[in-house]
């Protein structure tokens, strides 16, 4: 299959290389420096050049922001037959795009990426292929996803960005909190030092990606319920009291399995 891609971030020259050994690849990034980083690969100067070179799908790797305006960008230059896929790992205005856009699409997200997972070893990971999706595209992401050991679940568009409030907001929010009131002074024990190196890798990811997940529509509900256990732990704490803490952390434990 010729299989173009947008965007030559980390995602989608990962994806470019992982797609090379079995697919035509060509990836389009405006920064043509960054392109020229996924070997094995056509590398496009201009986004014109998805014409000639007539993809039958292109994954949409750019950030959340962008995502619907490379598709505008690109869509002149595509055959009807062509398949979009996104990778996103916030859905928002998306589906309303595929909704009138005319071209058939997939949706899918990997939850993983290079700053804390081994790419050449994805056994254990998972990922997320949206019901909605065409069949053909839900077909080649799970043949994808079955190769390199990665789980698959399906959940809507709905559901899927209710679910990511709930697993990216919550370890999100605790980094940057975490984060926000750390000392440079501080002499760290392990667990602090533990906490603070997962601090590090989630803020070395870019602000666009940072920010397309706080602003999950559904984030505000899994924030409030975070300020809720901390009042409820203040609580707890100011009465110092040990029965209360007792059952606070038999849950906690309970919650962990």
């Not at 595929?98 to 254990?124: E, I, N, Q, W």
């Not at 679910?163 to 919550?170: G, H, Q």
Request: charged share 20%; with cysteine.
């Amino acid at each position: 299959m010729r299989v173009g891609i947008l965007g030559a971030g980390k995602m989608g020259t990962w994806l470019a290389g992982v797609l090379s050994s079995e697919h035509e690849v060509a990836v389009y990034d405006p920064d043509s420096a960054k392109a020229q980083g996924a070997g094995g690969v056509k590398v496009l100067k201009e986004i014109a050049e998805f014409g000639a070179f007539t993809p039958q799908m292109l994954i949409n790797a750019v950030s959340l922001e962008s995502t619907v305006d490379a598709y505008e960008a690109a869509a002149p230059y595509l055959t009807r037959e062509c398949l979009l896929a996104d990778v996103a790992s916030i859905k928002g205005d998306i589906p309303g795009y595929y909704a009138c856009c005319g071209f058939r699409f997939a949706s899918v997200h990997p939850m993983f990426g290079p700053t804390f997972t081994d790419m050449a070893s994805l056994k254990g990971q998972n990922a997320v292929i949206i019901t909605e999706s065409d069949p053909e595209g839900t077909a080649f992401f799970e043949e994808l996803f079955r190769r390199l050991g990665v789980a698959v679940f399906r959940y809507t568009f709905r559901e899927h960005d209710e679910m990511m409030a709930y697993s990216l907001t919550t370890p999100f929010v605790s980094s940057l909190v975490f984060a926000a009131c750390i000392s440079s002074t501080a002499v760290p024990g392990t667990t602090f030092a533990r906490h603070r190196q997962i601090a590090r890798g989630l803020l070395s990811e870019s602000d666009p990606l940072l920010t397309e997940v706080l602003f999950n529509p559904q984030s505000l509900k899994q924030l409030e319920k975070i300020t809720s256990r901390l009042e409820f732990l203040k609580h707890v704490i100011r009465d110092r009291d040990h029965e209360e803490a007792k059952r606070f952390f038999d849950q906690l434990r309970t919650n962990l399995g």
